[in-house]
């Protein structure tokens, strides 16, 4: 079953940006991409967008963090990175999954490879 334009507009700059972490409804999107050309319209217009939108912040951003910043980060890492090496096992979760996208003279094609989710416990 398809979700309707309106819930899969709301939802394409999360999906253009790959920020969609529950796979069913990436997946949902993905395949009402395929099938409706106004969404992939809406899709490629808020990508044309947000494309120009990341080079103009690209070219006016050139601030850099400050040293105290940085040394403050790196020593809150460590802490953290000490933690963690106290303790015995850790657990892991991956999900993987892949979307190819295609555009070739205006039209989009969208592959889905399915999700998996990996759980790992081990030892340091």
Do not use: K, W
Request: glycine residues 2%.
């Amino acid at each position: 079953m398809s979700i309707p334009c309106d819930r899969c507009c709301e939802s394409l700059v999360l999906f253009i940006d790959n920020e969609i972490d529950d796979s069913a409804t990436f997946n949902e999107i993905a395949f009402h991409l395929q099938d409706c050309q106004g969404c992939r319209g809406e899709m490629e217009s808020q990508r044309t967008a947000l494309n120009l939108i990341q080079s103009l912040l690209t070219r006016s951003c050139c601030e850099s963090a400050p040293s105290s910043l940085q040394e403050q980060i790196a020593l809150r890492l460590s802490e953290l990175a000490s933690q963690e090496i106290s303790a015995s096992t850790q657990s892991e979760i991956i999900t993987q999954y892949r979307r190819t996208e295609i555009t070739i003279d205006g039209q989009t094609s969208i592959e889905i490879e399915t999700s998996h989710e990996i759980r790992r416990d081990f030892p340091f």
